[in-house]
Protein backbone atom coordinates (compact mmCIF):
# COMPACT_ATOMS: atom_id res chain seq x y z
CA UNK A 1 0.00 0.00 0.00
CA UNK A 2 2.73 2.72 0.79
CA UNK A 3 4.39 1.94 -2.85
CA UNK A 4 1.29 2.94 -4.17
CA UNK A 5 1.16 6.33 -2.45
CA UNK A 6 4.62 6.64 -3.84
CA UNK A 7 2.94 5.86 -7.24
CA UNK A 8 3.38 9.20 -9.45
CA UNK A 9 -0.02 10.85 -9.77
CA UNK A 10 0.15 9.98 -13.75
CA UNK A 11 0.18 6.29 -12.55
CA UNK A 12 -2.05 6.52 -9.77
CA UNK A 13 -4.88 8.14 -12.25
CA UNK A 14 -3.91 5.26 -14.30
CA UNK A 15 -4.75 2.82 -11.53
CA UNK A 16 -7.59 4.19 -11.12
CA UNK A 17 -8.70 3.77 -14.37
CA UNK A 18 -7.62 0.38 -14.41
CA UNK A 19 -9.33 -0.84 -11.83
CA UNK A 20 -12.89 1.00 -12.63
CA UNK A 21 -12.20 -0.59 -16.17
CA UNK A 22 -11.21 -4.19 -14.67
CA UNK A 23 -14.20 -4.02 -13.00
CA UNK A 24 -16.70 -3.39 -15.81
CA UNK A 25 -14.91 -5.31 -18.50
CA UNK A 26 -14.85 -8.43 -15.61
CA UNK A 27 -19.07 -7.45 -15.87
CA UNK A 28 -19.35 -7.33 -19.31
CA UNK A 29 -17.05 -10.78 -19.86
CA UNK A 30 -19.10 -12.48 -17.06
CA UNK A 31 -22.28 -11.67 -18.52
CA UNK A 32 -20.93 -12.32 -22.30
CA UNK A 33 -20.04 -16.05 -21.18
CA UNK A 34 -23.45 -16.59 -19.23
CA UNK A 35 -25.35 -15.80 -21.89
CA UNK A 36 -23.54 -17.81 -24.58
CA UNK A 37 -23.72 -20.59 -21.75
CA UNK A 38 -27.38 -20.40 -21.22
CA UNK A 39 -28.63 -20.15 -25.22
CA UNK A 40 -26.34 -23.34 -25.84
CA UNK A 41 -28.25 -25.19 -22.98
CA UNK A 42 -31.29 -23.46 -24.30
CA UNK A 43 -30.58 -25.05 -27.68
CA UNK A 44 -29.48 -28.47 -26.49
CA UNK A 45 -32.37 -28.65 -24.70
CA UNK A 46 -34.74 -27.82 -26.96
CA UNK A 47 -33.38 -30.56 -29.63
CA UNK A 48 -33.59 -33.03 -27.12
CA UNK A 49 -37.21 -32.32 -26.40
CA UNK A 50 -37.92 -32.16 -30.03
CA UNK A 51 -35.93 -35.48 -30.28
CA UNK A 52 -38.05 -37.03 -27.66
CA UNK A 53 -41.37 -36.10 -28.52
CA UNK A 54 -40.77 -37.43 -32.62
CA UNK A 55 -39.70 -40.99 -30.93
CA UNK A 56 -42.49 -41.39 -28.66
CA UNK A 57 -44.62 -40.58 -31.76
CA UNK A 58 -42.72 -43.75 -32.96
CA UNK A 59 -43.63 -46.14 -29.99
CA UNK A 60 -46.46 -48.11 -29.99
CA UNK A 61 -47.61 -49.28 -26.65
CA UNK A 62 -50.39 -51.32 -25.19
CA UNK A 63 -50.68 -53.17 -21.49
CA UNK A 64 -48.20 -55.19 -22.15
CA UNK A 65 -45.19 -54.50 -23.93
CA UNK A 66 -44.19 -50.80 -25.97
CA UNK A 67 -42.27 -51.20 -29.12
CA UNK A 68 -41.18 -49.27 -32.25
CA UNK A 69 -43.25 -48.99 -35.15
CA UNK A 70 -41.93 -48.31 -38.97
CA UNK A 71 -38.84 -49.86 -38.02
CA UNK A 72 -37.47 -48.93 -41.35
CA UNK A 73 -37.83 -45.83 -41.48
CA UNK A 74 -36.92 -45.05 -37.85
CA UNK A 75 -33.27 -47.18 -38.88
CA UNK A 76 -33.18 -44.86 -41.75
CA UNK A 77 -33.26 -41.52 -40.03
CA UNK A 78 -30.51 -39.41 -38.55
CA UNK A 79 -29.83 -42.36 -35.85
CA UNK A 80 -27.61 -43.47 -38.89
CA UNK A 81 -25.58 -40.56 -38.52
CA UNK A 82 -22.60 -40.53 -36.68
CA UNK A 83 -20.74 -37.74 -36.43
CA UNK A 84 -23.11 -34.72 -37.66
CA UNK A 85 -24.91 -34.29 -34.17
CA UNK A 86 -25.57 -37.58 -33.10
CA UNK A 87 -28.88 -38.74 -31.34
CA UNK A 88 -29.40 -41.70 -29.22
CA UNK A 89 -32.00 -43.30 -28.10
CA UNK A 90 -32.85 -46.29 -25.75
CA UNK A 91 -36.64 -48.27 -25.45
CA UNK A 92 -36.78 -50.07 -22.13
CA UNK A 93 -39.36 -52.05 -21.05
CA UNK A 94 -41.36 -52.04 -17.85
CA UNK A 95 -39.25 -54.46 -16.52
CA UNK A 96 -36.29 -52.19 -17.29
CA UNK A 97 -34.74 -54.49 -19.72
CA UNK A 98 -33.37 -53.01 -23.21
CA UNK A 99 -35.49 -53.58 -26.37
CA UNK A 100 -33.85 -51.54 -28.63
CA UNK A 101 -31.77 -48.59 -29.32
CA UNK A 102 -30.67 -46.92 -31.88
CA UNK A 103 -27.20 -48.34 -34.21
CA UNK A 104 -25.10 -45.52 -33.42
CA UNK A 105 -24.60 -46.86 -29.76
CA UNK A 106 -23.44 -49.97 -31.10
CA UNK A 107 -22.42 -51.87 -28.06
CA UNK A 108 -22.78 -48.87 -25.68
CA UNK A 109 -25.63 -48.29 -23.26
CA UNK A 110 -26.84 -45.10 -22.33
CA UNK A 111 -27.89 -46.54 -18.90
CA UNK A 112 -31.69 -45.92 -17.03
CA UNK A 113 -31.60 -44.06 -14.37
CA UNK A 114 -33.98 -44.25 -11.03
CA UNK A 115 -37.69 -43.11 -11.62
CA UNK A 116 -36.79 -39.96 -9.49
CA UNK A 117 -34.90 -38.55 -12.59
CA UNK A 118 -37.26 -38.84 -15.20
CA UNK A 119 -38.07 -35.94 -17.23
CA UNK A 120 -34.78 -34.01 -16.08
CA UNK A 121 -32.08 -33.38 -18.06
CA UNK A 122 -28.56 -35.48 -16.85
CA UNK A 123 -24.95 -34.82 -18.12
CA UNK A 124 -22.93 -37.78 -18.32
CA UNK A 125 -20.76 -39.50 -20.55
CA UNK A 126 -20.71 -41.87 -22.95
CA UNK A 127 -17.07 -43.52 -24.12
CA UNK A 128 -15.64 -40.52 -22.47
CA UNK A 129 -17.46 -38.37 -24.79
CA UNK A 130 -19.82 -35.61 -22.46
CA UNK A 131 -23.78 -36.19 -23.51
CA UNK A 132 -26.80 -34.88 -22.28
CA UNK A 133 -29.82 -37.41 -22.02
CA UNK A 134 -33.35 -36.99 -20.70
CA UNK A 135 -36.18 -40.07 -20.09
CA UNK A 136 -39.37 -40.57 -19.53
CA UNK A 137 -41.94 -43.41 -19.12
CA UNK A 138 -44.16 -44.76 -21.77
CA UNK A 139 -47.87 -45.35 -20.12
CA UNK A 140 -51.01 -47.42 -21.43
CA UNK A 141 -54.21 -46.96 -19.24
CA UNK A 142 -51.68 -45.35 -16.42
CA UNK A 143 -49.57 -48.35 -16.35
CA UNK A 144 -45.94 -47.88 -17.22
CA UNK A 145 -44.66 -50.13 -19.79
CA UNK A 146 -41.73 -48.90 -20.56
CA UNK A 147 -39.01 -46.48 -20.96
CA UNK A 148 -37.83 -44.10 -23.53
CA UNK A 149 -33.91 -42.46 -23.03
CA UNK A 150 -32.79 -39.54 -25.76
CA UNK A 151 -29.60 -38.38 -25.95
CA UNK A 152 -27.27 -35.96 -27.57
CA UNK A 153 -23.30 -35.16 -27.65
CA UNK A 154 -22.80 -31.69 -26.26
CA UNK A 155 -20.09 -30.65 -28.93
CA UNK A 156 -21.78 -27.18 -29.05
CA UNK A 157 -20.15 -27.33 -25.55
CA UNK A 158 -16.97 -26.69 -27.14
CA UNK A 159 -17.73 -22.87 -28.68
CA UNK A 160 -18.60 -21.98 -24.36
CA UNK A 161 -15.42 -23.51 -23.24
CA UNK A 162 -13.68 -21.90 -26.23
CA UNK A 163 -15.28 -18.55 -25.80
CA UNK A 164 -14.18 -19.17 -21.98
CA UNK A 165 -10.42 -19.60 -22.71
CA UNK A 166 -10.44 -16.38 -25.17
CA UNK A 167 -12.23 -13.93 -22.07
CA UNK A 168 -9.38 -15.40 -19.84
CA UNK A 169 -6.77 -14.96 -22.06
CA UNK A 170 -8.10 -11.42 -23.21
CA UNK A 171 -8.89 -10.25 -20.00
CA UNK A 172 -5.54 -9.47 -18.81
CA UNK A 173 -4.05 -8.47 -22.11
CA UNK A 174 -6.83 -5.83 -21.73
CA UNK A 175 -5.95 -4.90 -19.24
CA UNK A 176 -2.20 -3.95 -19.92
CA UNK A 177 -3.45 -2.06 -22.82
CA UNK A 178 -5.78 -0.27 -20.84
CA UNK A 179 -3.26 0.63 -18.17
CA UNK A 180 -0.99 1.64 -20.90
CA UNK A 181 -3.58 3.86 -22.96
CA UNK A 182 -4.70 5.20 -19.25
CA UNK A 183 -1.06 5.96 -18.57
CA UNK A 184 -0.70 7.84 -21.49
CA UNK A 185 -3.96 10.09 -21.61
CA UNK A 186 -3.20 10.54 -17.54
CA UNK A 187 0.42 12.20 -18.97
CA UNK A 188 -1.73 14.69 -21.27
CA UNK A 189 -4.42 15.48 -18.35
CA UNK A 190 -1.79 16.60 -16.12
CA UNK A 191 0.62 18.44 -18.19
CA UNK A 192 -1.29 21.80 -17.70
CA UNK A 193 -0.83 20.93 -13.78
CA UNK A 194 3.27 20.76 -14.16
CA UNK A 195 3.00 23.66 -16.19
CA UNK A 196 1.35 25.57 -13.03
CA UNK A 197 4.13 24.20 -10.56
CA UNK A 198 6.65 25.04 -12.91
CA UNK A 199 5.55 28.95 -12.99
CA UNK A 200 4.55 28.50 -9.07
CA UNK A 201 8.28 27.68 -8.45
CA UNK A 202 9.53 30.61 -9.68
CA UNK A 203 7.49 32.94 -7.36
CA UNK A 204 9.12 34.09 -4.77
CA UNK A 205 8.48 36.67 -1.77
CA UNK A 206 10.77 39.16 -4.12
CA UNK A 207 8.71 38.19 -7.13
CA UNK A 208 5.23 38.36 -6.45
CA UNK A 209 4.16 39.20 -9.97
CA UNK A 210 4.00 36.31 -12.36
CA UNK A 211 1.00 34.73 -13.24
CA UNK A 212 -0.60 31.35 -14.36
CA UNK A 213 -1.30 31.56 -17.35
CA UNK A 214 -5.22 30.78 -17.47
CA UNK A 215 -6.33 27.59 -20.05
CA UNK A 216 -8.13 28.30 -23.02
CA UNK A 217 -11.26 25.94 -21.92
CA UNK A 218 -12.95 26.53 -18.41
CA UNK A 219 -12.53 23.50 -17.12
CA UNK A 220 -11.15 22.36 -13.51
CA UNK A 221 -8.05 23.30 -14.14
CA UNK A 222 -8.76 26.48 -15.28
CA UNK A 223 -10.31 27.95 -12.34
CA UNK A 224 -7.81 26.26 -10.10
CA UNK A 225 -5.24 28.36 -12.03
CA UNK A 226 -7.53 31.10 -11.38
CA UNK A 227 -7.86 30.48 -7.61
CA UNK A 228 -3.99 30.72 -7.19
CA UNK A 229 -3.46 33.84 -9.23
CA UNK A 230 -6.08 35.09 -6.62
CA UNK A 231 -4.12 34.13 -3.80
CA UNK A 232 -0.97 35.29 -5.13
CA UNK A 233 -2.58 38.81 -5.92
CA UNK A 234 -3.99 39.19 -2.30
CA UNK A 235 -0.59 38.24 -0.86
CA UNK A 236 0.78 40.35 -3.31
CA UNK A 237 -1.24 43.23 -1.75
CA UNK A 238 -1.30 42.19 1.89
CA UNK A 239 2.78 42.64 1.44
CA UNK A 240 2.98 45.65 -0.32
CA UNK A 241 0.32 46.84 2.62
CA UNK A 242 3.20 45.36 5.12
CA UNK A 243 5.61 47.27 3.59
CA UNK A 244 4.06 50.51 3.45
CA UNK A 245 3.18 50.11 6.96
CA UNK A 246 5.99 49.64 7.93
CA UNK A 247 7.89 52.66 6.31
CA UNK A 248 4.52 54.98 7.28
CA UNK A 249 5.79 53.56 11.13
CA UNK A 250 9.34 54.10 10.57
CA UNK A 251 8.51 57.63 8.97
CA UNK A 252 5.99 58.19 12.13
CA UNK A 253 8.63 56.68 15.22
CA UNK A 254 11.47 58.77 13.60
CA UNK A 255 9.69 62.54 13.04
CA UNK A 256 9.05 62.98 16.98
CA UNK A 257 12.38 61.88 17.77
CA UNK A 258 13.91 63.95 15.30
CA UNK A 259 12.34 67.44 16.53
CA UNK A 260 12.95 66.03 20.07
CA UNK A 261 16.99 65.57 19.18
CA UNK A 262 16.86 68.86 17.16
CA UNK A 263 15.45 70.73 20.15
CA UNK A 264 17.78 69.40 22.63
CA UNK A 265 20.86 69.95 20.20
CA UNK A 266 19.32 73.65 20.26
CA UNK A 267 19.27 74.12 24.24
CA UNK A 268 23.05 72.88 24.12
CA UNK A 269 24.58 75.05 22.06
CA UNK A 270 24.47 78.65 24.25
CA UNK A 271 22.99 78.85 27.68
CA UNK A 272 19.30 79.86 27.95
CA UNK A 273 17.12 81.58 30.47
CA UNK A 274 14.59 79.33 32.79
CA UNK A 275 11.71 80.55 30.63
CA UNK A 276 13.10 78.95 27.36
CA UNK A 277 14.05 76.36 28.92
CA UNK A 278 10.47 75.55 30.02
CA UNK A 279 9.38 76.37 26.52
CA UNK A 280 11.42 73.92 24.79
CA UNK A 281 11.27 71.28 27.39
CA UNK A 282 7.39 71.60 27.59
CA UNK A 283 7.77 71.13 23.58
CA UNK A 284 9.81 67.71 23.72
CA UNK A 285 7.73 66.64 26.77
CA UNK A 286 4.43 67.00 24.03
CA UNK A 287 6.43 65.07 21.21
CA UNK A 288 7.43 62.33 23.83
CA UNK A 289 3.77 61.80 24.79
CA UNK A 290 2.70 62.11 20.93
CA UNK A 291 5.48 59.28 20.23
CA UNK A 292 3.54 57.34 23.21
CA UNK A 293 0.31 57.59 21.85
CA UNK A 294 1.70 56.44 18.41
CA UNK A 295 3.03 54.02 19.86
CA UNK A 296 0.34 52.49 21.65
CA UNK A 297 -1.80 53.13 18.57
CA UNK A 298 0.74 50.84 16.81
CA UNK A 299 0.91 47.97 19.53
CA UNK A 300 -3.52 48.21 19.78
CA UNK A 301 -3.36 47.84 15.72
CA UNK A 302 -0.45 44.97 15.77
CA UNK A 303 -2.66 42.86 18.98
CA UNK A 304 -5.95 43.49 16.49
CA UNK A 305 -4.50 42.09 13.76
CA UNK A 306 -3.48 38.82 14.80
CA UNK A 307 -6.73 38.27 16.91
CA UNK A 308 -9.25 35.70 16.46
CA UNK A 309 -12.40 35.93 16.43
CA UNK A 310 -12.93 34.94 20.13
CA UNK A 311 -14.35 37.93 22.11
CA UNK A 312 -15.99 38.34 24.85
CA UNK A 313 -19.93 38.12 24.48
CA UNK A 314 -21.49 40.44 27.11
CA UNK A 315 -24.91 42.88 27.12
CA UNK A 316 -23.62 46.49 26.06
CA UNK A 317 -25.65 49.20 26.74
CA UNK A 318 -25.53 51.27 23.37
CA UNK A 319 -26.96 54.73 25.14
CA UNK A 320 -24.71 54.69 28.08
CA UNK A 321 -21.76 53.39 25.80
CA UNK A 322 -22.10 57.06 23.85
CA UNK A 323 -22.34 59.63 26.99
CA UNK A 324 -19.68 57.71 28.41
CA UNK A 325 -17.77 58.61 25.57
CA UNK A 326 -19.30 62.09 25.08
CA UNK A 327 -18.13 62.68 28.58
CA UNK A 328 -14.23 61.93 27.65
CA UNK A 329 -14.48 64.05 24.99
CA UNK A 330 -16.27 66.83 26.73
CA UNK A 331 -13.59 69.58 26.73
CA UNK A 332 -12.66 68.99 23.03
CA UNK A 333 -16.45 69.66 22.46
CA UNK A 334 -16.45 72.65 24.90
CA UNK A 335 -13.24 73.95 23.15
CA UNK A 336 -14.70 74.09 19.52
CA UNK A 337 -18.10 74.96 20.71
CA UNK A 338 -19.95 72.06 18.76
CA UNK A 339 -23.70 71.30 19.79
CA UNK A 340 -24.39 67.44 20.21
CA UNK A 341 -27.90 66.56 19.02
CA UNK A 342 -28.58 63.20 20.08
CA UNK A 343 -31.69 61.44 18.70
CA UNK A 344 -32.25 58.19 21.13
CA UNK A 345 -35.92 57.28 20.79
CA UNK A 346 -35.23 54.30 23.63
CA UNK A 347 -32.71 51.79 25.17
CA UNK A 348 -30.83 49.80 22.72
CA UNK A 349 -28.73 47.15 24.45
CA UNK A 350 -26.89 44.33 21.86
CA UNK A 351 -24.55 41.64 22.78
CA UNK A 352 -20.87 42.39 21.80
CA UNK A 353 -18.13 42.59 23.72
CA UNK A 354 -18.19 46.10 25.54
CA UNK A 355 -14.08 46.93 25.37
CA UNK A 356 -13.71 47.09 21.78
CA UNK A 357 -16.88 48.31 21.04
CA UNK A 358 -16.00 51.09 23.00
CA UNK A 359 -12.54 51.84 20.91
CA UNK A 360 -15.11 51.82 17.99
CA UNK A 361 -17.08 54.43 19.09
CA UNK A 362 -14.30 56.47 20.45
CA UNK A 363 -12.16 56.78 17.77
CA UNK A 364 -15.40 57.48 15.46
CA UNK A 365 -16.33 60.10 18.18
CA UNK A 366 -12.57 61.53 18.30
CA UNK A 367 -12.51 61.75 14.47
CA UNK A 368 -15.58 63.77 14.65
CA UNK A 369 -14.60 66.10 16.87
CA UNK A 370 -11.54 66.97 15.50
CA UNK A 371 -12.39 67.48 12.08
CA UNK A 372 -15.30 69.61 12.48
CA UNK A 373 -15.32 73.04 12.49
CA UNK A 374 -15.95 75.18 14.98
CA UNK A 375 -19.76 75.76 16.43
CA UNK A 376 -20.40 72.82 14.28
CA UNK A 377 -22.80 69.64 14.72
CA UNK A 378 -22.29 66.50 16.21
CA UNK A 379 -25.52 64.36 15.65
CA UNK A 380 -25.76 60.91 17.43
CA UNK A 381 -28.49 58.58 16.37
CA UNK A 382 -29.50 54.78 17.31
CA UNK A 383 -32.72 53.28 15.15
CA UNK A 384 -34.08 49.88 14.75
CA UNK A 385 -34.19 48.39 11.33
CA UNK A 386 -35.67 45.21 9.63
CA UNK A 387 -31.80 43.85 9.46
CA UNK A 388 -31.34 45.40 12.65
CA UNK A 389 -29.60 48.23 14.52
CA UNK A 390 -27.96 51.31 12.96
CA UNK A 391 -25.48 53.77 14.94
CA UNK A 392 -25.05 56.63 12.78
CA UNK A 393 -22.31 59.05 14.01
CA UNK A 394 -22.34 62.61 12.01
CA UNK A 395 -20.40 65.49 11.35
CA UNK A 396 -20.70 68.86 9.69
CA UNK A 397 -16.85 69.51 9.25
CA UNK A 398 -14.23 69.09 6.49
CA UNK A 399 -15.48 66.43 4.57
CA UNK A 400 -13.80 63.70 2.46
CA UNK A 401 -12.89 63.59 -1.00
CA UNK A 402 -15.17 60.81 -2.92
CA UNK A 403 -11.60 59.60 -3.78
CA UNK A 404 -9.99 59.10 -0.76
CA UNK A 405 -13.15 57.64 1.07
CA UNK A 406 -11.73 54.19 -0.09
CA UNK A 407 -8.26 54.66 1.64
CA UNK A 408 -9.37 55.85 4.93
CA UNK A 409 -8.96 52.58 6.54
CA UNK A 410 -5.37 52.19 5.62
CA UNK A 411 -3.22 52.26 8.30
CA UNK A 412 -1.35 56.23 8.36
CA UNK A 413 -3.91 57.68 5.76
CA UNK A 414 -5.01 60.65 6.42
CA UNK A 415 -7.33 62.98 4.35
CA UNK A 416 -6.39 66.60 5.58
CA UNK A 417 -2.80 65.20 6.65
CA UNK A 418 -1.22 68.61 4.26
CA UNK A 419 -4.32 70.77 4.01
CA UNK A 420 -4.90 70.81 7.92
CA UNK A 421 -1.78 70.36 9.74
CA UNK A 422 -2.71 71.79 12.71
CA UNK A 423 -4.88 68.49 13.28
CA UNK A 424 -2.89 66.34 15.17
CA UNK A 425 -3.29 62.27 14.36
CA UNK A 426 -1.66 59.32 13.25
CA UNK A 427 -4.03 57.71 10.72
CA UNK A 428 -4.28 54.71 12.63
CA UNK A 429 -7.85 55.52 13.96
CA UNK A 430 -9.93 54.18 11.30
CA UNK A 431 -7.98 51.18 10.68
CA UNK A 432 -8.23 49.51 14.15
CA UNK A 433 -12.30 50.76 13.80
CA UNK A 434 -12.65 48.50 10.31
CA UNK A 435 -10.07 45.56 12.04
CA UNK A 436 -12.76 45.63 15.04
CA UNK A 437 -15.92 46.22 13.11
CA UNK A 438 -14.50 42.32 11.23
CA UNK A 439 -14.17 41.00 14.53
CA UNK A 440 -17.23 42.09 16.15
CA UNK A 441 -18.94 41.08 12.26
CA UNK A 442 -20.44 44.74 12.17
CA UNK A 443 -21.22 46.77 9.21
CA UNK A 444 -19.67 50.28 8.57
CA UNK A 445 -20.17 52.02 5.79
CA UNK A 446 -19.18 56.39 5.53
CA UNK A 447 -20.60 59.05 3.30
CA UNK A 448 -19.02 62.23 3.50
CA UNK A 449 -19.46 65.46 0.80
CA UNK A 450 -16.56 67.62 1.30
CA UNK A 451 -17.29 71.46 3.17
CA UNK A 452 -20.63 69.29 4.49
CA UNK A 453 -19.64 66.37 6.76
CA UNK A 454 -18.98 63.26 7.48
CA UNK A 455 -21.42 60.26 8.23
CA UNK A 456 -20.01 56.90 9.46
CA UNK A 457 -23.17 54.27 10.05
CA UNK A 458 -22.91 51.36 11.95
CA UNK A 459 -25.18 48.21 11.72
CA UNK A 460 -25.82 45.28 13.91
CA UNK A 461 -27.53 42.47 12.88
CA UNK A 462 -30.24 40.84 13.96
CA UNK A 463 -28.38 38.22 15.88
CA UNK A 464 -26.34 40.56 17.94
CA UNK A 465 -29.46 42.34 19.29
CA UNK A 466 -30.10 41.08 23.17
Not at 105 to 131: A, E, H, R, W
Not at 287 to 316: C, G, H, P, S, W
Not at 317 to 329: A, C, M, P, Q
Not at 342 to 364: A, C, G, P
Amino acid sequence: MNNFFNFSFKNRIAFNYLVSGAFLIAFVFIFIYQTVNYSVNQHVNEEIQEELAKHLADVVSNEKEAYFIQADHWLAREHNSINVNPVFVELYDENKKLIDKSPNLKSSDLGLQSPDQNNVFINTTLNSIPIRQIQTTIKSNHKTVGYLIVAMSLKDFEIVEILKNILLISYPIILVVLFLIARFFAGRSIQPVSSIMGISSKITKDNLSERIPLPSNKDELYYLSETINSLLNRIEKAIEREKQFTSDASHELRTPLAVVKGTMEVLIRKPRNEAEYKEKINFCIAEVDRLNYLIDQLLLLARFENQKQNNKQETVFLNGLFFDSLIRYSDSIQAKQIKVITHFDQDYNVTSDHYLLSIIIENLLSNAIKYNRVEGQLILSITKTDKGISCTIADTGLGINAENIEKIFNPFFRSHGTNHPQIKGSGLGLSIVKRLCTILQLEISVKSELQVGTEFVLNFPLAKLK
